[in-house]
T-cell receptor, first 115, second 114 residues
Framework: DAKTTQPNSMESNEEEPVHLPCNHSTISGTDYIHWYRQLPSQGPEYVIHGLTSNVNNRMASLAIAEDRKSSTLILHRATLRDAAVYYCILSALTAGGTSYGKLTFGQGTILTVHP | KAGVTQTPRYLIKTRGQQVTLSCSPISGHRSVSWYQQTPGQGLQFLFEYFSETQRNKGNFPGRFSGRQFSNSRSEMNVSTLELGDSALYLC?????????????FGSGTRLTVV
């Protein structure tokens, strides 16, 4: 499965934007980029996913590099509730890719938000 | 709408026993996946079921098995429990699975093997 690399931890202040980077230099053409987050004592929560174009939803934005070898999850205004472990995951949405049908979690980035 | 429900929330078992965990997906979701989370290995994919068929499987021994019923509810079974099976077991449901539209996870079942 294609591997992702994320910083172990990041810190932010409340109400400031947060940019969480992810490198995935071995991404294949069938891999979508997914972001999930896990709050303490909860299961992971879907945040956003994309293929080539930048994506926005009510939770966050996903900026994807033109060569698709890296991406950035953007939280526009961090709140204390955003403190979590953020996972960047590659998963093929079409049969044939080794990552098809499953999420392969790495160690993720621990985001700390200061009041 | 109701989320993904996993039962029980906590479980203590003895080595050598077997255990069955249950997962009720979001109404209408036909795909159910199972994951194991441990401090050492992180989150690892166990298997995925869709319309009562196992569609994908992770690298776990045969002691780990699962099934899905016609109402999409799923059970996971671990036989001959080992101390290393102590973990948080998470279930995730999806409309059609395979990442489309994202997965919704339950809060998990915390299994302790003593």
């Amino acid at each position: 499965d294609a591997k992702t690399t994320q910083p172990n931890s990041m810190e932010s202040n409340e109400e400031e934007p947060v940019h969480l980077p992810c490198n995935h230099s071995t991404i294949s053409g069938t891999d979508y980029i997914h972001w999930y987050r896990q709050l303490p004592s909860q299961g992971p929560e879907y945040v956003i996913h994309g293929l080539t174009s930048n994506v926005n939803n009510r939770m966050a934005s996903l900026a994807i590099a033109e060569d698709r070898k890296s991406s950035t999850l953007i939280l526009h205004r961090a709140t204390l509730r955003d403190a979590a472990v953020y996972y960047c995951i590659l998963s093929a949405l079409t049969a044939g890719g080794t990552s098809y049908g499953k999420l392969t979690f790495g160690q993720g980035t621990i985001l700390t938000v200061h009041p | 709408k109701a989320g993904v429900t996993q039962t029980p929330r906590y479980l203590i078992k003895t080595r050598g026993q077997q255990v069955t965990l249950s997962c009720s997906p979001i109404s209408g979701h036909r795909s159910v996946s199972w994951y194991q989370q441990t401090p050492g290995q992180g989150l690892q994919f166990l298997f995925e079921y869709f319309s009562e068929t196992q569609r994908n499987k992770g690298n776990f021994p045969g002691r780990f098995s699962g099934r899905q019923f016609s109402n999409s509810r799923s059970e996971m079974n671990v036989s001959t429990l080992e101390l290393g099976d102590s973990a948080l077991y998470l279930c995730a449901s999806s409309l059609v699975g395979q990442g489309v539209g994202g997965y919704t996870f339950g809060s998990g079942t915390r299994l302790t093997v003593v």
